[in-house]
């Protein structure tokens, strides 16, 4: 850990008119790590996400972070969520957010846009650097989906997908923007038990082949605790314990918050 | 056997369309029927109307439930299959050997109509290409980026009023303004851009509204920079490398300005869709959460959108004033921003030979069936409405090019 | 001080007839999430309404009175008809259609009745009679405030008293409150949701009839076109007030109608209309969420 972490959250607050839905939330994210948070439904989980991609501007606190190659450490706090992405966090969403009415193969060049160059004029002359990045787009976008096993439905419209492919289509789209790190939302939710291990198959392998660092939140306790490194545990907005799966497994705090739900693990 | 199931469902149709005319006699007896002259005093009693509407509404009614069974048996369809139904005009627009050929009648057709029809045809044609004009910019704000702009003709009367101004003032001629004014228009595109910026698809289109009104309002009431109500008069048409030409010259000149123009445009917006940027402003449309947190610039996207639709109808209105050599603020209604917005609507969201189509079919079935010109408006409403309830996608549902990936890119 | 007074009740009465049309407008959206273009029509429908069956039981010789109570009764009950059945054939259907179809198909409604109305009647302008008759107790202070004017303000209290009670104290109302806050849930614990929207419908139009009837004998004069400025501009004081809270739109309607009063007796009523606009395009970019709205944002 003598590394600086790349993601460090440190005293995140947010507040939504009287409601605190973060209190001085920690988290930090070293390279190469997968980390999850987990909580009980409402615990700000959602809303912890949302404060880190700029779709809400925190109330306090900071979100640093430093990309492994360029080692420079920088505060994202408020930044739009379009610059986030720049940055290299790259999120899916709970409730999925796919463009139902563009095929796999757009959804997935949708995430390479902030990486290409093409203006308005090169979008009308079509000049041989606008072909040629059209081209390269294209190939990566495919490549990226053959990394995910949906390269079958390539030409298929994204509605048309079944609920698991949807699901891995939006880490597919997410992965088109280069990202240094990767915030899942719910990976696993509706997935069948197969599913579900063919995703944490998927995770680690993103994680081994391309060197992308991952922080999930989760309610499968059985992959939480086999994928995890490191696991954070929130509460009513609040941090409530942090450590390794088996350090978590024992906290009093955890077993209490959790009290009541059923923990399969 | 059948007939035991049938009869009740036949009488139970009858019923309904029965209480369905029986209810729409009532809602349209005191407007329909009734007419008051409240200076002589006479109440004239229309009751042909009332039996009009009777026989009117039990057909329609029918026709109703039964295109609305049959709409939602088609979506039922589609999700059993997951597989979308390729409509009529798809298939058309899909096969070499109905395209080719149309594509060659039309150029034909295009090329010979002034020389075999009258001016006054002419122009109504060159009204028809200035609305694919018009039609087409729009379809990049509303049928790609999904932002509902009810303004729409603002921009087209900046394009025509700095044609007219320009002209006044300093002389400028046609093809120096077409330029000027084209670019006048994105730069108010971008002005009611900012603004909208972070509004709802609702509030854009109230808010639209009003920057279109604003326009006319201040053309009307500003005599000193606009000339008001009045209008500006004596236009000069475009010239011709300084050649006098004679009216109907000068018409043929306009028309085919107008083709090459309506081709131009096809070809940008073509080149647009098929891009990064088209790409982006579809995303938009579907998803402006998701879109953002892909890495694409909302602000920069929508801002886009607006100018580069602002400024066909820049153009547009440059050749408007050239065309008519007059204008004044009453040709800048709201009503003409919904006639583009039917024109899109019609012929489907989102495609270029639907746009064409649709300006084409609102432009000229009026011009054509005079009988039919009052109710003009009223059928607008109803193509809106039927539209949106049975075939959003319009008439030429949208044959976008999807990115397809073929094994031989490798 | 005299002028000042004057124009400060003219706003007043402006902006209470604003506020009956508004509250269909903001009722409607709290509940559908919908611009429903057509609702100035709906109020434009009904003076139509009041007009015909004025004049019809005038040339009958009937009292006054009577005439004003059976006209201002078929214009609630015929707009309120039009607004049960445009909801039917125009939103209903869209209901789980992309917002942008709902709104396209409203523009429609709105484009269909005016020009209904036109062709069916005409296109001039109609003579509105001017009903409410001048109270003779109003007398001493009737260079003050008219009695028209007094009847409009009073009507509006009471329409906007009944429509707090409705929503706040009676079973229709909780399954309205249930609807707007979630329409989903509303119809998993058994809220009959089409009900509920027709019921808006029809309360929403009712109100504007109430509009339609008390502005037209206003102003005097009635024409097809009356109903969609009115509209927009009822529409800009429900969003100004913040849409969907029915004090908003009864706050923005009365800082509407003051605005507007002022501005054209002070300075110049060339620009009357363009201010309504210029007025939503800047509380949109400062306030989006109204004066008296809350701003949620989207749910992630």
Known sequence: MDMEPILNVKQLTMNFGGLRALDNVDLDVHQGEIVALIGPNGAGKTTFFNCITGIYDPSGGDVLISAPKKGKTQRINGLKPNRVTEKGLARTFQNIRLFHNMTVLENVMIGCHCRMKAGILGAVFRGVSTRREEKAVVQKSYSILEKIGLEKYVNDFAKNLPYGAQRRLEIARAMATDPFMLLLDEPAAGMNPHETQDLDALIIRIRENEGISILLIEHDMKLVMSLSDRIFVMDYGKKIAQGTPAEIRKNPAVIKAYLGEEIDA | MWIEIETPMLANELKKSFLASLWFMFLTFPIMVIRVNTVEKIIQWRWANLFFVGIGSFILSALWRYLIRRKEQGIHRTEVDGIARVTLSQRLLGDRRFTIPALIITTIAALVFPFVFSIYQTNIMITALIYVMLGLGLNIVVGLAGLLDLGYVAFYAVGAYSYALLNYHFGLGFWTVLGIGGGLAAMFGIILGFPVLRLRGDYLAIVTLGFGEIIRLILENWNAFSFGPSGIANIPRPGLFGIDLDIEQATIYVYFLMIAMTLFTIFVVNRLQNSRIGRAWIALREDEVACQSMGIDKRKTKLMAFALGATWAGFAGVVFAAKTTFINPASFTIWESINVLCVVVLGGMGSIVGVIVGAFILILLPEYLRFLSEYRMLAFGTVLVMMMVFRPGGIVETVRRTYQYKETDH | ?300
């Open chain 3, 1 to 300: 001080m005299d002028y000042f007074f004057e124009l400060f009740l003219g706003g007043l009465t402006r902006g209470s007839i604003y506020a009956l049309i508004a509250l269909g407008y903001t009722m409607v959206y709290g509940i559908v999430q919908l611009i429903n273009f057509a609702h100035g029509e709906i109020y434009m429908i009904g003076a139509f309404t009041a007009l015909i069956v004025i004049s019809v039981l005038t040339m009958l010789g009937w009292n006054q009175i009577a005439i004003l109570l059976i006209a201002a009764g078929a214009a609630v009950v015929y707009s309120s008809a039009y607004g049960y059945t445009m909801e039917k054939i125009a939103y209903k259907p869209l209901r789980q259609a992309p917002r942008l179809s709902a709104l396209i198909s409203a523009i429609g409604m709105s484009l269909f009745l005016q020009n209904y109305v036109l062709l069916a009647q005409t296109s001039d302008f109609l003579p509105f009679p001017a009903l409410i008759p001048d109270f003779e107790f109003m007398e001493p202070i009737a260079h003050i405030i008219g009695s028209p004017e007094l009847v409009i303000l009073i009507t509006t209290t009471i329409v906007m008293v009944l429509l707090t009670f409705l929503i706040k104290f009676t079973k229709i109302g909780k399954a309205m409150r249930a609807t707007a806050q979630d329409r989903d849930m509303a119809q998993l614990v058994g809220v009959d949701v089409n009900r509920v929207i027709s019921v808006t419908f029809i309360i929403g139009s009712a109100t504007a009839a109430i509009g339609g009837v008390l502005i037209a004998s206003h102003i005097g004069q009635i024409n097809f076109y009356i109903g969609f400025i009115a509209g927009i501009k009822a529409f800009v004081a429900a969003v100004l007030g913040g849409i969907g809270s029915i004090p908003g739109a009864v706050l923005g309607s009365l800082v509407l109608g003051w605005t507007e009063s002022f501005f054209t007796g002070y300075i110049s009523s060339d620009y009357e209309d363009v201010f309504a606009f210029v007025f939503l395009v800047l509380i949109l970019i400062f306030r989006p969420a109204g004066i008296l709205g809350r701003s949620t944002s989207e749910k992630v």
